[in-house]
């Protein structure tokens, strides 16, 4: 078994994060004592309870009370009246200031789990098990919560840190191959603007990646994980650095939003999102031949294709996105291997006429 120990800083303390195989075993005692005595409510979904319920059993039997709260699997979980059932049977069961929730889930329950937990009764304590790649990688980290509204994702929220994180890789054994791929996206989302070492391990190791196999997954959780925390303890607001981050986002959001959440999975739709930032960091001067690499990698993912689209619909999107401003929306757009930036001002006909190319052939070089 591999697991590795982190710290994210942050402005209202620290957040040890342990990642890897055997991670949920190492954290057992310190979870134990943290929510010893108290009232605990375990936010999860059916499916995950019934695949993983069980490896939570010494963690029930220390808490004095062991309160399940299921939610839908995926985005349908995140929405402003799942938050208010899930506030309404916490004070039906005695929830106080000093219960405890886990968010024991994929990262919509990991999103909805930070946003319930923060504003119930100003603020209770909580712990991050996600149980998706993409969860461990990203969404898990760093304190983003929220639920989405009819016309946009992640509207409404705050930022809101976990007491831990524990990121066991034995869970994503379970997970189908779609899932493992969305989540790997994440990881070269990162690895392409912050960490290229990381990158070539997934080049070199994504066939046994996309078996789910924990011990090859523990470095690269481990490994983006420790990516993201660099940029989050020196932008933990995201007034800067940290939008990079969204490197593939801005299409992305809004091809889910058009897709209605429905035929491509989070990752998926941020890997389109990054072949399109690609064209437009090649109109920046960007290396053909990293351009060219990414496209080749992704393509070994084997994305599910894109449907008929509009370009304008899209951008429609886009214009609503929390990001946007009203000169236009920050592009996150690699620089070079190992390096992004955010630019601003890129007009929306511009993008607009970019996209249009992009939605007849996604694959085409830049």
């Known amino acids: 078994m591999t ?68 939610v839908p699997e995926g985005e349908e979980a995140k929405s402003v009246a799942t938050a208010n059932r899930l506030w309404n049977e916490m004070l039906r069961e005695g929830g106080k200031r000093d219960s405890r929730l886990l968010a024991f889930g994929g990262g919509s329950v990991g999103d909805l789990g930070g946003f319930v937990a923060g504003c119930f009764l100003r603020g209770i304590e909580l712990v991050q098990i996600p149980t998706t790649l993409l969860a461990q990688v990203d969404a898990a980290i760093g304190g983003k919560t929220g639920v989405d509204l009819a016309d946009g994702k992640n509207t409404v929220g705050l930022f809101n840190h976990p007491y831990r994180v524990v990121e066991e890789t034995a869970f994503l054994a379970t997970l189908p191959r779609e899932e493992l791929r969305s989540g790997l996206v994440e990881v070269v989302k990162m690895a392409l603007l912050l960490d290229p070492g990381l990158l070539e391990r997934v080049e070199a190791e994504l066939p046994r990646l996309l078996t789910g196999d924990p011990e090859t997954l523990a470095p690269v959780v481990a490994g983006a994980a420790a990516a993201k925390i660099g940029v989050v303890e020196r932008d933990p607001v995201e007034n800067g650095e ?111 006429a970019r996209l249009r190319g992009f939605l007849e052939d996604p694959w085409a070089p830049a």
């Open 3 to 70: 697991h590795r120990r982190l710290t994210l800083r942050h402005p209202s303390g620290e957040t040890a994060i342990l990642a890897g195989h055997g991670a949920l075993e190492a954290a057992r005692e310190e979870l134990i004592g943290w929510l010893a005595g108290r009232t605990v409510f375990l936010l999860t979904t059916p499916r995950v309870r019934e695949l993983h319920g069980e490896r939570l059993g010494p963690l029930a039997e220390a808490a004095a009370r062991w309160v399940p709260m299921e």
């Open 242 to 352: 940290r939008k990079l981050l969204n490197f593939g986002h801005s299409l992305g959001h809004a091809l889910e939003a058009e897709l209605a959440y429905r035929g491509l999975r989070h990752g998926e739709a941020v890997a389109y999102g990054i072949l399109f930032a690609l064209r437009l960091a090649a109109d920046r001067g960007l290396d053909p031949t990293v351009a060219g690499r990414m496209r080749e990698l992704l393509h070994r993912f084997e994305l599910p294709p894109l449907p008929s689209l509009d370009a304008a619909t899209l951008i429609g999107y886009m214009r609503r996105d929390k990001k946007a401003r009203e000169s236009g929306l920050a592009w996150v757009l690699p620089a070079a291997l190992g390096r992004g930036e955010i630019v601003e001002g890129l007009a929306f006909d511009v993008v607009e």
